[in-house]
């Protein structure tokens, strides 16, 4: 399961003052910051089969990794998202331009989501490009990333600009992660971030691009 807070940043420059936050700092895990550029791509059928049943099939290079990832029912409140994942990593590149189904098999969900596609093909929908700058946090009670996303989400209708905060839970209690989220957002005004980029990227295309 992903349990993540998502924020609007619409001032580039917060970037590197969330990064050099004294609070931040005081939690931060020394050694764990990373930056990396990411590139994903979303795959669904022509008859776009995924997103009706609120699935999203996603191949991504996280630096030098290749990771797929399915992921489903999200429930999103506000900046909070709450959703089943699954992550497998890949050691073809070539699964970023044609990726298989049969990744996911071995779990219950990869055998949903072959008897949902029928033999149906996949394409790739929209693609994302950004840097991601993250570090991790030890609240004391809940072990968090931190993550500054800088990109575009790149689709056949035009891109759409990537600048976002993400705060994941990776074990512990969660009332800690929102504090955490919630303290930032009000020190830097930040508003929560209640689509997250690939519904941004369908509803872009949805609406026919940018002069819709």
Not at 78 to 95: F, H, K, Q, T
Not at 123 to 142: Q, Y
């Amino acid at each position: 399961m992903e349990i993540e807070l998502k924020y609007k940043i619409k001032d580039k420059d917060l970037f590197n003052e969330i990064l050099e936050d004294e609070y931040l700092i005081g939690l931060e895990e020394k050694g764990s910051r990373e930056e990396a550029l990411f590139k994903a791509a979303y795959f669904d059928t022509d008859d776009g089969v995924l997103a009706k049943n609120d699935i999203a099939f996603r191949v991504r290079t996280e630096g030098a990794r290749v990771v797929a990832t399915l992921k489903w029912n999200d429930t999103t409140s506000g900046a909070l998202y709450v959703r089943e994942e699954i992550n497998v990593p890949v050691s073809d590149m070539s699964c970023f331009l044609n990726p298989s189904p049969e990744l996911f098999k071995e779990s219950d969900m990869g055998k949903d989501l072959l008897e949902l596609l029928n033999g149906k093909t996949l394409r790739n929908v929209l693609e994302m490009r950004f840097v991601r700058k993250k570090m991790k946090i030890d609240t004391g009670g809940a072990i968090c990333e931190v993550a500054l996303d800088d990109g575009e989400i790149v689709t056949d209708m035009g891109n759409l600009h990537i600048s976002e905060l993400e705060i994941e839970l990776f074990s512990g209690d969660r009332s800690q992660m929102i504090e955490v989220g919630e303290k930032l957002a009000e020190k830097y005004g930040l508003e929560a971030e209640s689509e997250s980029k690939y519904a941004r990227g369908l509803r872009f295309l949805a609406q026919g691009g940018p002069a819709a």
